[in-house]
């Protein structure tokens, strides 16, 4: 056959293969999501989350040293408090539990980059993203806890925050307030495109903030659609978002990848605790290939257009990275 184009001539080994790859990785773009509680010695296992932890904040150094042996330098914190009220005042406590860990953990690890979740779900009594009006989330009167949490988080030593509530304006709000609170050089990374999805389960097992009543289909996205996810990342960005997230990473690729060529922002794909959760349990019943399945989803986040990933395989991640198995 007289071929002049053979694009098996590039895969002939592994050298070659390496040498012509399209996507590379690197350590310094994941980021891991870990879950602090109240309480004295606590390092209890998630159910639906085999291998991942909440961690009382006298154990967090623990999991700190972990990350910071294994070259991931940045994680984002999610807090489970004791005590929930109809307006999520734990969120906002400078002595919450997110804003008691960030302190202590701080101290020992100051060179770790802290990223905070805001978002009120975990902290009212109801479950929901915002403060309620009858049954519905009151947007606009959520919108000053939300600023007034991501400040209480910068305070308390956050690098950067990351509201994931879906209020609309929040961005705006959050900047407004930590500008005013002379905090004009932390970035927000916001949750731009996320969507109402049940790939969240285990999370909201993890951090006991699945809504008491109805779900959150009036400020998550539905996830049939496709161009009013760029009506929500460009909005974003014009209330002076930094960094944009797509939520969940691996069926919403396509937004990953349509997003990142029509913007200028730093792109962040979160891996959620479902897509975690199946990987597991098929890995467990050893249906599939966990550590080659990781790899592939991994890769095909960056490939989509991501610079940022966030997983709770980071640790893994960047074992492979390392011991030059995936790269
Ligand atoms: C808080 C929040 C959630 C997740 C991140 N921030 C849960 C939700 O929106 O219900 C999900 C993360 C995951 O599933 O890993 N709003």
């Known amino acids: 056959m007289d071929l002049l184009n053979r694009p098996r001539r590039l895969r002939k080994n592994e050298a070659l293969r ?29 159910p639906s989350m085999e291998g991942q932890y909440r961690y009382s904040i006298d154990r967090l150094p623990y999991e700190l040293e972990r990350l910071t042996k294994a070259g991931v330098r940045n994680l984002m914190l999610f807090g489970i408090p004791d005590h929930k ?6 969120a906002y406590d400078p002595d919450g539990i997110v804003q008691k860990a960030l302190r202590a953990a701080k101290k020992e690890f100051p060179d770790l980059y802290y990223i905070t979740d805001v978002c009120m779900c975990e902290y009212t009594s109801h479950g929901h993203c915002g403060v309620l009006c009858g ?21 308390a030593g956050a690098d950067m925050v990351a509201p994931s509530d879906m209020m609309d304006g929040r961005v705006m709000a959050i900047r407004e307030c930590l500008d005013a609170g002379g905090h004009k050089d932390i970035p927000i990374m916001s949750y731009a495109v996320k969507f109402a999805s049940a790939f969240y389960g285990p999370f909201r097992e993890a951090a006991g903030s699945a809504p008491s009543f109805g779900d959150r289909k009036s400020y998550q996205m539905d996830f049939h659609n496709r161009r009013e996810a760029m ?52 890995a467990r019943m050893g249906w599939i290939d966990e550590e080659r399945i990781v790899q592939e989803m991994a890769v095909a986040a960056y490939r989509a257009g991501a610079q ?7 640790k893994e991640l960047a074992k492979y990275m390392d011991e030059g198995r995936i790269g």
């Open 85 to 90: 009220d109809e307006v999520g005042s734990g």
């Open 18 to 46: 390496r040498m012509v790859r399209e996507t590379r990785m690197d350590k310094s773009s994941l980021i891991y999501p870990l879950f602090v509680m109240e309480g004295q010695g606590i390092e209890e296992e998630i």
């Open 231 to 282: 009506k929500e990342a460009l909005a974003d960005i014009d209330e002076g978002a930094d960094i944009i997230m797509v939520k969940p990473a691996m069926s919403y690729l396509d937004l990953v990848s349509e997003i990142s060529a029509v913007t200028d922002v730093p792109m962040a794909a979160y891996s959620v605790s479902g897509e975690y959760a199946m990987v597991k349990a098929a």
């Open 308 to 314: 940022i990933y966030i997983t709770y395989y980071a």
């Open 135 to 155: 049954h519905d989330v009151d947007n606009d009167a959520t919108l000053p806890l939300l600023a007034k949490t991501a400040l209480s988080h910068v305070e």
